[in-house]
């Protein structure tokens, strides 16, 4: 007799408190030991939500509303406490601070067995091992603090191993991390996924990362119905237009292969990843000429004058975005540095900075406003009034714009966000893309010729962060010139101009895009070069492809004309 | 601390501010004399009756005996750093001259006109005169506060916040569920006062430290405690869910590596340490 599945979920729909309709929605699948599965699923479609039903958080500890049942090793999750379902289920969360409860990592690991009642030896042989898997038995003394964001996720997977439950699952566990640490994590999940012992289930909008780990796809549409569940690599080659229809985000690689056919250049089977992309490339044997960088699509955006300059640049940075690696202590000055200037060294200043002829650091508020916006990370960070409109009016305020001419300038800045109905809705009700319009909104009323982000993609899925990129790009095709920050390097290969390279709080390099990921720096600097630039940088026979690292560099159909 | 929510930034470092870890005496244990080895109940429930005894003593003798005892306790009893034992020699007596000035210059000098010392003036700036028994009372307040700290630094420089907990969970019936809820929550205070800067750069960029005086800051305050507050909530939130999904509370008790028993030291520690101070208590009172 085969052994029962681990998983089955029979008909599931969950309804979230307060919520008008369920998501998922008649749901079933299972899951046997082996088997890597990843959900997939355009934003809203109640994945997250459907990871939380696995192991009986949900009916238990979230209120929501659970139809159908969930059987975890035979057991229906509704009618046991999650303590007990936890012998069998573990998770991994996205945010890895939310997940620490103790002083030192070894404690960490130990925590879970030991309310497990495990005896105390056994304990200590569990954590060893999960610890040793992961890469952190040298370092279980310290404090989880002292990790990297990639070693506190590690953390989390060794904390989840240590539960020696057969079912590990897995909530966007990369969302918040740097490329290093991404990488951190894929290495671990990818010799799990290799042991063959535990049931994987991943939600994973990274699939650059997680597509040569993964076994199965399940895919639920913008409803929450499950509409495809079958083998991984079959599906996402296969289905990919029906994929992209749905809402879903595809590896790069696949996307950069349905644009390549659109032009009339068929690689079949669609590849996957960028080693799959760069064969499937070599092994055409004429391919049209790349588009320059600056294709006309972005031609518009060079127009505005150049706006910032610092004492290392003679550039100009229309749309600049600058890239750094995430080093412990540079961030937690960031956002000081951030609000008095730009260029802000720790331990004392190297130079002015100077932004549209005034250094930001000298001049007060209401000067600096009038030229450079600042959006932080959280824009919840930073609403101070009660509701939309008196939001946006205290920009105004503090520029001493009289009443009378202040009234248009909101109405005028709320039709073009898309927050007229919602004038006096209070800033923390508001959805998270509402935020985050609004907080653009506050940034720019004031006049500012210049935007400065910091991470504005970070821990989003790509729908939210595909919807704020190209509001920036028609921010800057008006003639704004946007800075951001981030470390998402197909981001900055697919929209920015230029490219400043940061590294431990040092800039490295600074020029337009194309020259700046063609060359070395991106390494040096920690980062990882886009998927697009890695399959194109080895091709053997078309060399004049090799510059290539974003998507309106591929060659398109004159049909499309864009 | 990031958009979906209250996420620190992927290197998110509190290492910075050590000064709040509750967990820093882990990582760097020395070698211990006879006050680790106790166990910390021991530890704390041995001063604590002196500290009220001093709480309510008058005059300079009883809380200078104790200050002196006390120090005299945690040098013999506790390896400590060089600095901690300068400050502990050098900083005590300092502190108390420096803190008996300015509690003297606080109090009502009608207040200590009887006594003999009123008589003597030691600064008089019109007029206005600092005698010699306020700054006897003055002093005397700031000896109690001094040796209420140094009583309860017994307890406090050698033993860490986890194994209070442990002990309190294994000795004195505490439920573990709070004891180690309140250790979890211990992990949010660096990781607040992170948040709480970065709020206040984004409202400094926003315009709002417009305005001095109490009335704004006051308005700031309250502006900054929204953002907190409600990521504050998201993550204990998630820390829940964690911590549920991770057994936490499942059964009435749980498996503990480290047992922290009380020993018949510990026994002999709190009945020498409560002798020692009834002789001192019986020496000094009314002094």
Avoid at chain 1, 503 to 513: F, I, K, Q, S, Y
Avoid at chain 2, 18 to 38: C, E, K, Q, W, Y
Wanted: glycine content about 8%.
């Amino acid at each position: 007799m085969p052994h029962p599945p681990l998983l089955e979920l029979d008909r599931v729909s969950i309804r979230h408190e307060g919520a008008r309709s369920a998501t998922p929605i008649d749901v079933s699948f299972t899951v046997a030991r082996g088997e890597v599965v990843l959900i997939l699923g355009p934003s809203g479609c109640g994945k997250s939500t459907l990871t939380l039903a696995l192991d009986g958080l949900i009916p238990h500890a979230v209120p929501a509303t659970l139809d159908g049942t969930v059987l975890v090793a035979g057991l229906d999750t509704s009618e046991h406490p999650v303590g007990a379902l936890s012998e069998h289920v573990a998770m991994v969360f996205q945010d890895p601070d939310a997940q620490i409860v103790t002083g030192t990592v070894l404690d960490e690991v130990c925590f879970a067995p030991e309310n497990q009642l495990v005896a105390a030896s056994e304990v200590l042989e569990r954590a060893e091992r999960a610890l040793k898997l992961v890469g952190l038995w040298s370092r279980r003394a310290e404090n989880p603090d002292t990790l990297s964001g990639g070693g506190r996720q590690r953390l989390a997977i060794a904390c989840a191993l240590a539960m020696a439950a057969p079912v590990l699952v897995l909530d966007e566990p990369t969302a918040n991390l740097d490329p290093a640490g991404i990488d951190e994590v894929y290495a671990v999940l990818r010799e799990l996924a290799s042991d063959r012992d535990h049931a994987v289930v991943l939600v994973e909008h990274n699939l650059d990362a997680a597509v040569d780990i993964v076994d199965r796809v399940i895919v639920l549409d913008a409803d929450g119905r499950l509409v495809i569940d079958g083998p991984a690599r079959e599906t996402l080659r296969e289905r990919a237009d029906e994929l992209a229809a749905l809402g879903v985000w595809l590896p790069v690689s696949t996307l950069a292969a349905m644009r390549l056919r659109d032009a009339g250049v068929v690689l079949d089977p669609l590849p996957l990843t960028p080693a799959e992309l760069g064969a499937a490339l070599d092994a055409v044997p004429v391919l049209p000429a790349p588009l320059s960088a600056s294709s006309p699509v972005r031609s518009t955006a060079l127009s505005p004058r150049p706006a910032v300059h610092s004492p290392t640049s003679p550039h100009a940075a229309p749309a600049a975005a600058v890239s750094r690696r995430l080093g412990q202590g540079v961030i937690e000055a960031d956002p000081v540095i951030r609000a008095r200037g730009l260029s802000v060294q720790r331990g004392g200043r190297r130079g002015p900075t100077v932004v549209e002829g005034v250094d930001p650091a000298r001049c007060d508020a209401r000067d600096r406003a009038r030229r450079i916006g600042f959006v932080f990370q959280n824009p919840e960070h930073q609403f101070i009034a009660p509701s939309v409109a008196e939001e946006l009016a205290q920009s105004l305020r503090v520029q001493g714009t009289p009443d009378a001419e202040a009234e248009p300038q909101i109405d005028a800045m709320l039709r073009r966000f898309g927050l007229e109905s919602l004038r006096e809705q209070h800033p923390f009700l508001l959805s998270g893309g509402q935020k985050r319009r609004l907080s653009v909104g506050t940034a720019l009323i004031a006049g500012a010729p210049v935007l400065a982000l910091d991470e504005p993609t970070f821990g989003q899925d790509r729908a939210r962060a595909s919807e704020l990129l190209d509001m920036l790009r028609t921010l800057n095709d008006e003639g704004t010139t946007v800075l951001v920050v981030t470390h998402d390097l197909q981001l900055v290969a697919d929209y920015a101009s230029h490219i400043a390279a940061m590294h431990d709080g040092r800039l490295l390099a600074v020029g337009p895009a194309a020259e700046v990921l063609a060359g070395p720096l991106v390494e040096q600097a920690g980062l990882r070069h886009p998927p697009l630039a890695r399959a194109t940088r080895g091709l053997v026979r078309h060399p004049s492809w090799h510059g290539v690292s974003r998507m309106s560099q591929l060659p398109v159909s004159s049909a499309a004309g864009s | 601390m990031s958009a979906g929510g209250g996420v620190l930034p992927a290197g998110g470092d509190h290492a910075a501010s050590g000064a709040l870890d509750p967990f820093a005496a882990h990582r760097s244990r020395r070698p211990a004399r006879f006050l680790s080895a106790l166990n910390p109940i021991a530890k704390l429930a041995a001063p604590l009756p002196v500290m009220v005894l001093v709480m309510f003593s008058r005059g300079i003798a009883v809380p200078l005996a104790f200050v002196v005892f006390a120090a005299a306790v945690l040098l013999v009893g506790a390896r400590l750093p060089g600095r901690a034992v300068a400050a502990l020699l050098l900083g005590t007596p300092v502190a108390a001259l420096v803190l008996g000035v300015t509690f003297g210059v606080w109090i009502d000098p009608s207040s200590v006109t009887g006594e003999p010392a009123a008589s003597v003036t030691l600064v008089s700036i019109g007029d206005w005169s600092f005698s010699l028994a306020a700054y006897l009372v003055g002093l005397a307040t700031a000896l109690r506060i001094l040796a209420i700290l140094l009583l309860s630094l017994i307890a406090g420089v050698t033993s860490t916040g986890p194994e209070f907990v442990r002990s309190m969970v294994q000795n004195l019936r505490v439920p573990y569920r709070l004891g180690y809820t309140a250790l979890a929550a211990l992990r949010f205070v660096p990781r607040f006062g992170h948040e709480l800067e970065i709020i206040r750069a984004a409202h400094r960029v926003r315009g709002t430290d417009a305005g001095r005086g109490p009335v704004a800051a006051v308005r700031r305050a309250l502006g900054y405690a929204v953002p907190l507050l409600a990521s504050a909530i998201r993550h204990a939130e998630r820390v829940a869910l964690a911590m549920d999904a991770r057994a936490f509370g499942a059964h009435p008790t749980r498996t503990e590596r480290y047992r922290s028993p009380w020993r018949a030291r510990d026994t002999v520690f709190v009945a020498c340490f409560l002798a020692a101070s009834a002789v001192i208590a019986w020496l000094t009172w009314g002094r």
